[in-house]
């Protein structure tokens, strides 16, 4: 439908969709920056959506049963931004939208979660909206099937463009949703036809509309400028019984001179470019001005959920005190008091039976205990399940047919499995953990990123952590992957020694709610090394005096995981030979570096030199072991300096010079 034919039949329409159009055009002129097509060619499904179907309190933005609204194409931000001033989120004023991309705005070139109320996600990394959406959907119906449907029932709409689905992680987000029918979800395609290098037909030729029915989806196409049919589409999407796509067909940069050009993708900075656009819309009115009946119409969709939300909270009153009590606590993300004890009796376990057992079996130890606790969890796998111990007995599986499960099987879809947990750790109500083999972490690193940027609380189980997984070989062994995690901003590294430091990595992880965690486990067993049983969390300090040297201190030993217990022989033997040796236990870097100065300087003093030991990279120990009063001449490390080798695990340390012989060599050489 042309702008001529859309303000004949659909005057208020028209310029109700071209108030998002108009403040999009002048945030990015004032920027001088932006992208300015995507709200212009989408503003008509945005306001269709938003007025008569989104159900949401612009004075409640944290409403538990509000849809959730995503736009995956975030370079699109506008239209959201110019959506929740125009509605009337308190936080999204009119000099937000004039600060547009600036420092200190809550107007981010893409959304970011934190910065404003109604921004479900962070999104900017095509594709990442569309995966992290299908989260959203998986806990809706996982708290529905725990709650109840008049708690729990609600939508989750996407905005999508043709990079979202060009990007990899959309086959894997789109086939889970597919597979898992979630039925309240909805995907609006903005089927422009147009990239930044022009037509799309230089670079994909996919039927997208096969392809999402291959994959189980619902689907439709329809003109995405026909307010009469977008409303239709999705009513029909709303009644489908599985995920639904609606494909809209639009034009980018609508009625400017960049309309279905790649130039329209961008910034629309040009001054008569923008007149002429104004004049084309039948919009008279200045920069940022928007007349006060099209404001207060708009305000009044965002008021209209206002007496629905007051109808929920009555049925959320008579819900019974405890029901509603175990609501409110999973979507605060309330913990149980009985999760201290819970951690305590593992700890004092494993210190009386003292396991020799692989830490991702003591992670499924501590699930075991966990998971009947904290009914929030919800766990799952990469195709890795009996590898990566994370399924408990009394989880049960999250299926089509079954939503009170609370374990997900993800197939062999790392990153999809990470976005889907943003998802879920964003919608609220879940807590969720899943798993695969370290190496794998780069299949999921970029929704890694995310939850680290976003401080969304998912626990990333990452076994098989080293050349420790033996015969696999240098392709499934990590080397560089520690090091690398450890770089992220905002990303909690836990590298536990045994059972116990398992238990209280664990502990850290659940009652961490800004930021992720990601559990560094074993393939191979491990000797229980912390053998009296103390209440006090020392993974907490990130590292810790694991033993003290007997003799006069000449030697410090500083090391994580696995190789933990080689500093334990190591330490034995050099004492035997009259070097006094402290052994320091550093299962995180991050947490290490967060405490008080007074405390790092008693279990790194001066003086003594220091070896760490890791089956890893070197990169990043460098400021434990010449920085915190070291020195260089004083400072060693025994690890990895190139990929691994297939064999068993303990031909592979000795070739490569992980052993207590090489460290005592090491420290020998460093006296």
Request: charge should be negative; proline fraction near 4%.
């Amino acid at each position: 439908m042309d702008i001529a034919t859309l303000r004949e039949r659909h005057p208020d329409h028209w310029m109700r969709s071209t108030a998002i159009r108009v403040l999009a055009l002048d945030a990015v002129a004032a920027a001088n920056s932006g992208h300015s097509g995507m709200p212009m060619g989408m503003a008509d499904i945005a306001t269709v959506l938003w007025s008569k179907h989104l159900k949401f309190d612009a004075k409640a933005p944290g409403w538990a049963d509000r849809d959730r609204f995503i736009i995956s194409n975030g370079h699109g931000s506008m239209l959201l931004y110019a959506l929740l001033h125009l509605t009337g989120f308190e936080d999204m004023t009119l000099d937000e939208l004039k600060n547009f991309r600036q420092w200190g705005a809550r107007t981010a070139g893409h959304p970011e979660h934190e910065y404003a109320s109604g921004i479900e996600t962070t999104t900017g990394p095509l594709g990442q909206g569309l995966a992290t959406s299908i989260g959203m959907a998986i806990a809706e119906e996982s708290l529905r099937a725990r709650f109840g449907k008049k708690i729990v029932d609600h939508h989750t709409y996407v905005f999508a463009g043709d990079g979202c689905l060009m990007e990899g992680v959309s086959h894997e987000a789109i086939a889970m949703a597919g597979h898992l029918k979630l039925s309240k979800l909805v995907l609006f395609f903005d089927d422009n036809g147009i990239s930044i290098d022009g037509d799309i037909s230089k670079t994909d030729t996919t039927d997208q509309i096969k392809r999402f029915e291959a994959c189980g989806w619902h689907t439709q196409s329809i003109d995405g400028h026909d307010p009469d049919a977008i409303d239709a589409a999705i009513e029909a999407a709303k009644r489908a019984g599985k995920p639904s796509l609606i494909a809209c067909k639009t034009h980018i940069a609508l009625g400017s001179a960049a309309q279905d050009t790649g130039k329209g993708h961008g910034a629309l900075t040009d001054e008569k470019l923008i007149k002429d656009t104004r004049e084309a819309y039948g919009w008279t009115h200045g920069a940022f001005e928007i007349p006060s009946d099209i404001k207060s119409w708009w305000e009044e969709v965002g008021h209209r959920g206002a007496a629905e939300r007051s109808e929920w909270n009555d049925r959320l009153e008579g819900l019974g005190a405890g029901k509603r009590k175990q609501f409110e606590e999973a979507m605060t993300g309330t913990l149980p008091n009985k999760l201290t004890s819970t951690i305590r009796n593992v700890k004092k376990q494993a210190a009386e039976e003292r396991p020799n057992v692989a830490t991702r079996k003591s992670s499924e130890l501590v699930l075991e205990a966990v998971n009947p606790v904290v009914k929030e969890t919800l766990g799952g796998s990469a195709d890795l399940t009996g590898s990566n111990n994370t399924l408990t007995p009394d989880l049960g599986v999250f299926s089509a047919d079954d939503r009170s499960g609370r374990y997900i099987h993800y197939g062999i879809r790392e990153h999809g499995m990470a976005a889907a947990m943003n998802g879920m750790a964003l919608h609220g109500g879940i807590r969720p953990y899943g798993g695969t083999f370290l190496c794998f972490a780069d299949y999921a690193r970029p929704a890694m990123r995310i939850s680290a940027l976003m401080g969304a609380p998912v626990v990333y189980v990452m076994t098989h952590d080293s050349i420790g997984l033996g015969e696999d070989g240098p392709t499934h062994q990590p080397v560089e992957h520690l090091a690398s995690l450890r770089a992220m901003p905002n990303m909690q590294v836990i590298r536990p020694c045994d059972t116990v430091e398992t238990a209280e990595a664990w502990e850290i992880a659940l009652r961490t709610t800004n930021a992720p965690t990601t559990l560094v486990l074993t393939r191979q067993g491990l000797p229980t090394l912390r053998q009296k049983h103390q209440s006090k969390n020392l993974v907490e300090q990130g590292a810790y005096i694991l033993a003290e040297a007997d003799a006069k201190r000449q030697a410090v030993l500083l090391a994580s995981g696995s190789e933990v217990s080689l500093a334990m022989d190591a330490k034995a033997m050099l004492e035997e030979k009259g070097i006094g040796t402290r052994v320091v236990s550093i299962p995180s870097f991050e947490l290490f570096a967060k405490a008080d100065e007074a405390y790092r300087r008693r279990v790194l003093p001066t003086g003594a030199v220091r070896v760490g030991i890791e089956a890893a990279a070197r990169f990043g120990w460098d400021r434990w072991l010449m920085g915190e009063r070291g020195r260089d001449a004083k400072a060693g490390f025994i690890g990895m300096d190139s990929f691994g080798g297939s064999a068993p695990a303990e031909v592979l340390y000795e070739k490569f010079g992980i052993t207590a012989n090489h460290v005592v060599a090491e420290v020998e050489r460093l006296l």
